[in-house]
Structures are given as C-alpha cells and as structure tokens.
C-alpha cells in the first residue's frame, strides 16, 4: 500500500533522440563527463579505504571495529540503490544524481574529520548512502540521455571505468596514505565531487516531473530489512561468525521472510519501489540473474588470486595486485568493442552468450594452475577472462533497460545494479568460506605435523610467515594454496553454467534508436 492521493505525472519528455541520426555525441560527451566523475568517486572508495585501513587503525585504534567502516559503507550503498533508482523515476534524476554527489561529499569530508573509529564508521555510512546513488543515478540519467542503440557505445566505457576503478583504487589508496596522509583518501574525493557538480548543473539537461508521486514507504521499509540482513550475511559469514551460527542463520532467515513480505506489500502497492511487473519481462529477469551470477562467480574466485600470487611468487601485495592487470586489459578492450558493436549492429544477444562462455573457458583454465604456472600463462588466462567479462557487463544493463518503459528506467537499473553488488559481496563471502576449509584441508595433507610446523590455521598465513618457513615446509604451504583456490574455480564453475543457459535463452528486444550513417 501507498501514502497520498495525487496521481504521479510522467515527464514531459520521452528518451533524448537526434533525429535519424543517433544520439548528438557533441551533446552528449559533457554530460557524460559529469556523470562518469561519480561513478569513479563510487567505484573507487571501496579499494582506496580498504587500502588505507591498517594506517586508520594505527591513528584511530579500535582494531576489532575496523570491519565495519567497510561494512557500513556496502549497507549504505546497497539500500541507497533501489530507493534512488526509484526516486529518480518520480521526482526526475538530474536533481537525485546532484544530492547524491552532496551527500558523497559531505561523508567524505566529515570521514576525513574523523577522530575515532566509531565516527569514521557513522560517516562511512553516510559516505554510502551517496555512493549508491551515484551509482544508479549515473546510469539512469544516462540511460535518458541517449537512445538504447546508441547507448553501447558509451555502456562500454563505463563498465570499463567500473571494471577497472578497484585495480586503481588500491594503487591510489596506498601512494596517498605513504606520501600523504590516510585522511587525503577521503579529501581527494572534493575536488572530483565539486567537478561533477558543476558539470552536470550546467550541461546535463533531462525531463522534469510535475506532481507529486506516492511513494511506497511499506515497501520500501520491508526492503530495507531485506538487504540489511542479507549484506550483514555476505559480510559477517564465514569472518565475524561462522556460517553456521545462530546469528548468521537468524539473519539468513529474516533475509528470506523480509523477502517475501516485500513481495506481498509490492503487489498492492499503487507506486512500488520495484515493481513486480519488471520480472514479467524475461530479457529484463535474464539480464539481472546473469548479472548477479557473472558477478558472483567473478568476484568470489578472483578475489583469492592476488594472494595466491603473492605466496606462490613472493611478490609484494601491490606487484600481486598488478598481475590481475590482465584482466583488467582485457575487460577495457572487450567492453569497448562490445559497446560499439551494439551500437552499429542494433544486435547484442551473441555478446553475453559468447562472453560467458569465454568467461566459463578462462575459469576451467584457472583451474589448472599451480605454484609452478608462468606468469606468462596465467596472464594469458586472465587476459580471456577479462575478455569474456567485458562482453557481457555492458550489455547486460543495456539489454535491461531496453526491456522496460521509461518511467520504470531507474528502478530497472538500480535491480541490476545491486544484483550485481550482491552478487559479488555473497559470492566472495561464500567462496572464502569454500577456499578457507579447502586450504585447511589441503595443509593438514601437503604440511604434516611430522615436518616440525605445528597448528598452522589458514587465517595465520602470510607471505612474510611462508618465507620464514623451511623450504620443503613453505612448498607445501604454496600447493595447499593452489590446490584450494583451483577447488575454488571449480566450485565457481557450475555459477556460470546457470549463466550460460540464461544468456542462450535470452530473448533479443529490439534496440531503439539508430545508428549514425
């Protein structure tokens, strides 16, 4: 059910459209500016804090509630995604998308203010709630400012920008906190912010909404119980608690009842926060299920790599990091080429088809590695794994949005986008909790007590730790690791096959626009 009694009007204008040509790339490229500075201030925080947070607790202390500045982050991200895709579709985006960039910087500013850790964790919150819709409100706006066909060109790009934000962030977080101080990673967000401000208040330009909508706050509240439990689950699973416990079962649970009921309270909602009639549409259902899944398997897997790399090479984290450039490589290239494919073609269905059967090809070959693999070979792996990813990402939330009627724009795009962000935070939850029991396993064989190495717990290994080991002891440690992030692969690998039937089944909607001549 639903508050007021005014009808809702639709906005004055349809999607932006140069006639017969395509969308007016010199109207458009300004704009666009605007709205890819967010999302790099979104994308980027995440790995540039985590990057900072050793040198945060050194200033601040309170190490046991370091875990949280992350967390609260990610809540405030996820329940900011669907409640501003929404917003967008009744009060018009330019305005959401402006308060989001307010909100972001003042989190940001106060975060850099911070004198303990428990104010660092309340403004992180607040940092988040503007990251999500920064996140959302870019890619509606977007999304109204150019034709469906034409919007390839750019969703290319911006999935590369996204892509590789978390490579960058990390590089960044560290030279800032070693050259200047952990509180410039929250300040060099400012000058960025004000940038975006100013760009999209004088050049983006998007359809205004005259009456007062009704807004669904039942909805919205059930909704926000909703994820609230599920991010804790994703968070706190298999870290804070074990998987098992009455906390992350308890939470589990209510995750599942908030679900339902929120599917109850939609049905008679008059304005739902998601309406139920989106899922109707299978290009829609599809594009979000492969989404959460690509996502789910993507980053719970890969997240372990790094840290394969450093122990198995005796790397440091920021040359380990640097050997998932790759991938990074090939999703730029992939996501360009696929965005202007679509654009030239109006044809999209083979991308996601062919990329998540790359995708599905790279993590079988993942699978095979070990401590002995060149470089040179799991580069090569990673290289097709970034090209199968960046076939799919961009087209994905093209296809989604193409699927639905304008004024349900935001909604659509913000059910993708957190799918995605679930996707990945469940996905690195559950396979670290995969990787965790597989490498105690595997130390408990290749590391037996014979050796003189007593107790090792795979929480307690680091690469400084391996290289104090004996040689024949620290071997035995790097094949436990490889041995259980290939496990880890192959648990991933039936994830992408569900994908891989939902791309091939996926009906091809008919792009709107036309290309330019």
Known sequence: MSFSARPRARSTTSRTTAPGSGTDRARVLVPLLGLVLGLVLAALDQTVVATALPAIVGSLGGLSRAFWTVVAYQLAMCLAMPLTGKLGDLYGRKALYQAAIV???????LCGQAHSMVQLIEFRALQGLGGGGLMVGAQGAFAELINSRDRGRYQGSLSAVISFA??????????????????????????IGVAALV?????LHLPRHRALPRIDYPGAAVLCVALTCLVLVSSCAGTVYPWGSPIVLGLAGGAVLA???????????VEPVLPLRLFRRSAFSASAAVNFLVNFAWFGSVTFLPLFLEIASGTTATDAGLLLLPAMIGIIIASKAAGHLVTR???????????????????VLLSTIDIDTSRVVSGGYLLLLGIGIGLIMP?????????????????????????GSLGASLGTSLFGAIFTAELAAQLAVRVPTATGVRGLQPS???????????????????????????????????????????????????????RRK
């Open 103 to 109: 909100v972001f910087l003042a989190g940001s500013a």
């Open 166 to 191: 978390p490579v960058v962030g990390a590089l960044v977080g560290g030279v800032v906190t070693d050259r200047l101080s952990w509180r410039w990673v929250f300040y060099l967000n400012l000058p």
């Open 199 to 203: 760009i999209t208040a004088l050049a």
């Open 259 to 269: 679900l339902a009921g929120f599917v109850v309270v939609e049905r008679y909602a």
């Open 345 to 363: 073609t109006g044809r999209y269905r083979w991308l996601p088809v062919t990329g998540t059967a790359l995708t599905t090809v790279a993590f």
């Open 395 to 419: 087209v994905l939330i093209v296809v989604a949005q193409n699927a639905v009627a304008v004024r349900d724009l935001g909604a659509a795009t913000s059910v993708v986008t957190l799918g």
């Open 460 to 514: 307690a290994i680091t690469p400084g730790l391996v290289r104090s080991l004996p040689a024949a002891v620290a071997r035995g440690v790097r094949l436990a690791f490889g041995d259980a992030l290939t496990d880890t692969f192959r648990f991933a690998l039936p994830v992408l096959l569900c994908g891989l039937v939902l791309t091939v089944l996926l009906r091809e909607v008919p792009l709107t626009g036309s």
